[in-house]
């Protein structure tokens, strides 16, 4: 069964520090994985999204995520945070065959100016 | 190019009543899905369609929940009769396939039940 663990709910940073949002999966074949982004009153968007090759995904708005298979992680990262990023973050994971998408709880960014 | 839309974008009902939401994808896209998303937690695929047949509905509370995509396009999710635990965000996203493809979502509709 596949599974999804974002660490923190919330995360808070300074503007222009750096952003690290967890996100642990659980998978028995190879997954696909994406985070997405939810400002408030509004529905999901995609930010970036890992399927196959190169392990390095960039994504919109400086975000970035790596793909590491050894520690079944997908961290998503920025190297400086604005405050237009405040938003909830959700990591998802899939794979091949239509199996349905199984999201994390998310993780709420504050930005502190 | 249009997005997923839906509506209501809010609805208020009392426990026992029904409800229905309305859903249209982005033209052209095969898969459709209905989340639904508790407050603090992340989306649960409630059933997902792939042209206007159901690919999974594992999730669906079938006892009160439908749901059925007319003709491929657009679809309609019903709740009959609702209870306290159904207040909820409930989210229509549309793909042009499965698996690694990008969902897009709708706005959500926000019910609160009474």
């Known amino acids: 069964a596949q599974s999804v663990t974002q660490l923190g709910s919330h995360v808070s940073v300074s503007e222009g520090a750096l952003v690290l949002l967890r996100c642990n999966y659980s998978?028995?074949?190879?997954?696909?994985l994406f985070w997405y982004v939810q400002y408030p009153n509004q529905g999901l968007q995609l930010l970036l999204k890992?399927?196959?090759?190169?392990?390095l995904v960039k994504g919109i708005n400086g975000f970035e995520a790596e793909f590491k298979k050894s520690e079944t992680s997908f961290h998503l990262t920025k190297p400086s945070a604005h405050m237009s990023d405040a938003a909830e973050y959700f990591c998802?994971?899939?794979?091949?065959?239509?199996?349905?998408?199984?999201f994390g709880a998310g993780t709420r960014l504050f930005v502190k100016a | 190019e249009a997005g997923v839309a839906q509506s209501p974008r809010y609805k208020i009902i009392e426990k026992r009543q029904s409800v229905a939401f309305w859903c249209n994808p982005i033209?052209?896209?095969?898969?459709l899905y209905w989340y639904q998303q508790i407050l603090g937690q992340g989306p649960k695929l409630l059933i997902q369609?792939?042209?206007?047949?159901?690919?999974?509905d594992s999730q669906l509370p079938k006892d009160r929940f439908s749901a059925e995509r007319l003709k491929g396009v657009d679809s309609t999710l019903k709740i009959q009769p609702a209870k306290l635990e159904d207040s909820a965000v409930y989210l229509c996203?549309?793909?042009?396939?499965?698996?690694?493809?990008?969902?897009?979502f709708g706005p959500g509709t926000r019910l609160l039940v009474l």
């Open positions: 996203a549309s793909s042009l396939a499965t698996g690694g493809e990008t969902q897009y």
């Open positions: 998978s028995s074949v190879p997954p696909y």
């Open positions: 890992y399927t196959t090759g190169a392990t």
């Open positions: 998802a994971v899939s794979h091949t065959g239509g199996f349905k998408t199984i």
């Open positions: 033209s052209g896209h095969a898969t």
């Open positions: 369609f792939q042209n206007n047949g159901v690919v999974d």
